[in-house]
């Protein structure tokens, strides 16, 4: 047998082990792609760069362009003017805001005495109003000077103080008006009868033509002058105090100044009022003086005239009446085809409307404005603002329903027949005095219109977009009015 025998290690001391535990946090990771972009360099040499010289410009051949293509443009423009491409369409932002603003405030200082406006009109590019300037009330003959004054309101800058031209007149000018076609072109009539055309395009000597020592011509105050243009002739109609409504034909010449030639005669007399006419004169041989006048914008031959004892009266340029013994060198004819019923007071403006053939304003100083249809003597609609006088009515050219007035205590009255038939959207204090407000005048060409007071202070004003943009069925509105007025007539009747 063996035995074993252990001897224990006296300097090794034995091992003692023990287990701990500890936590970590997890080790997150994430996977990311990065695309990189492969970069070539290369070189390219390039000429200095040299300062462009500017080229001459030929003024001349500038001029000569322009001149070669200005009929065309002019063509473009009208054609565009009269497009048919948005019929139907309404734009409809700022259609239902009726506002009107003042944006000139406009006198001629170097007046040698304080003058009213007579009369307004601007020219055929919408750019140039035109002011007549004279005294409203003479008591006897005219002894003082009348001034023709015009600003270009679409200057940068404009002399508020002083017209841009001014020019003298023999007496005091009565009425204006701007040939249609022609923006240089102008006709005055003054108070001692006779009618002056101005070539405003000229530096100097712009008094072209003057109807002076004119057998038949007018021998009193001319109140009111309308053009009929057209590419083969250019007419003036003019109205006196004396009764005549004369017409005359302006013959325009490149190389020579205009002529002016009275070629038709007619006069307005008491023999053509019938006796049991509320206002018929007391004597059937005299003269009745016209005060206002209108012509149709569809039928040249047809206009109505206003006059001093408140006659309305139809009249046409084709009136086949025996002459009257009144003429000495043209035979003088009665123009009247119809008496409508009449103010109770001077009238002192008419107008047809532009978008209806029978439809025409009156205004006149018994305080009201009437509207008629020319087939009725009855006015349809009478209009009584309550602003005493009312001197200046006039249709916008834009807006068939919209028409404006002016009053002898210093308002503008804005009609908007689409709003209101009873009386107007707005009423603006012209100036602070309450003076009277004789001359209105809208801007065929854009969206203001002008007035003239007895100061001689003339304003434009600016219309919003619901004043001076047509709207939809607008034209059928004013059709609807005429038709009605018409079958309300011919009720009456």
């Keep these: 047998d063996q035995t074993c025998i252990s001897c224990p290690s006296t300097w090794q001391k034995s091992r003692s082990l023990k287990s701990r ?42 001029a000569r362009f322009l001149k070669s293509v200005e009929g065309m443009v002019v063509k473009n423009l009208n054609d565009n003017l009269n497009t048919k491409a948005f019929k139907g369409m309404e734009n409809v932002l700022g259609m239902h805001s009726s506002s009107v603003n003042n944006t000139l405030t406009l006198n001629h200082a170097p007046l040698e005495f304080q003058m009213s406006v007579q009369d307004l009109s601007w020219n055929a590019s919408g750019s140039v109003v035109g002011v007549a300037y004279g005294k409203h009330d003479h008591e006897d003959w005219c002894t003082h000077k009348g001034m023709f004054c015009m600003w270009n309101v679409d200057r940068g800058r404009i002399n508020v103080n002083k017209a841009d031209q001014a020019l003298d007149v023999s007496s005091c000018l009565m009425c204006i008006e701007y040939h249609p076609i022609l923006p240089n072109l102008c006709a005055g009539g003054a108070f001692n009868g006779q009618i002056v055309i101005w070539d405003l395009s000229r530096t100097e000597d712009m008094e072209v ?9 007018h021998h009193e105050p001319v109140t009111k002058l309308c053009w009929q243009a057209s590419s083969k002739s250019n007419m003036l109609l003019s109205l006196g105090m004396d009764g005549k409504v004369l017409r005359w034909e ?56 206003g006059t001093e004892s408140g006659l309305v009266l139809k009249c046409s340029t084709l009136s086949t009446e025996l002459p009257l013994d009144k003429g000495i060198k043209i035979q003088f004819r009665s123009p009247i085809t119809l008496v409508y019923n009449s103010h109770n007071g001077p009238v002192y403006d008419v107008d047809f409307s532009p978008a209806h053939r029978n439809l025409f304003l009156t205004a006149s100083t018994d305080g009201t404005i009437r509207l008629y249809n020319t087939l009725q003597p009855k006015p349809f609609q009478v209009l009584e603002p309550v602003s005493g006088y009312v001197f200046g009515v006039q249709w916008s050219p834009a807006r068939p329903l919209v028409f404006a007035a002016t009053t002898a205590n210093g308002s503008l009255l804005i009609y908007d027949l689409k709003k209101s038939r009873v009386g107007p959207v707005l009423q603006i204090p012209v100036n602070q005095t309450r003076t009277p407000v004789y001359s209105i005048a809208f801007n065929a060409k854009s969206d203001t219109l002008s007035t003239g007071d007895s100061k001689g202070t003339v304003k434009v004003w600016k219309l919003s977009q619901g004043l001076s943009s047509q709207m939809r069925g607008e034209v059928k509105l004013l059709e609807r009015i005429a038709a009605s007025s018409y079958d309300r007539c011919f009720k009456m009747t």
């Excluded at 023999?271 to 018929?280: G, L, Q, V």
Aim: glycine letters at 4%; one cysteine or more.
């Design 21 to 62: 535990l500890t936590q970590t946090s997890a080790l997150l990771t994430n996977d990311a792609a990065a695309q990189s972009y492969d970069v070539c360099s290369t070189e390219v040499q390039t000429d200095s760069l040299q300062p462009k010289k500017e080229k001459d410009h030929n003024m001349e051949d500038i």
């Design 209 to 217: 033509c003057i109807s002076k020592n004119v057998e038949d011509g």
């Design 250 to 305: 302006v013959k325009l010449s490149r190389y020579q100044d205009p002529e002016l030639t009275l070629v038709q005669g007619f006069v307005i007399t008491g023999s053509y009022i019938p006796r049991d006419h509320p206002t018929a004169p007391s004597s059937r041989t005299a003269d009745i003086g016209g005060t206002a006048m209108s012509f149709s914008k569809e039928d040249e031959s047809l206009f109505v005239v």
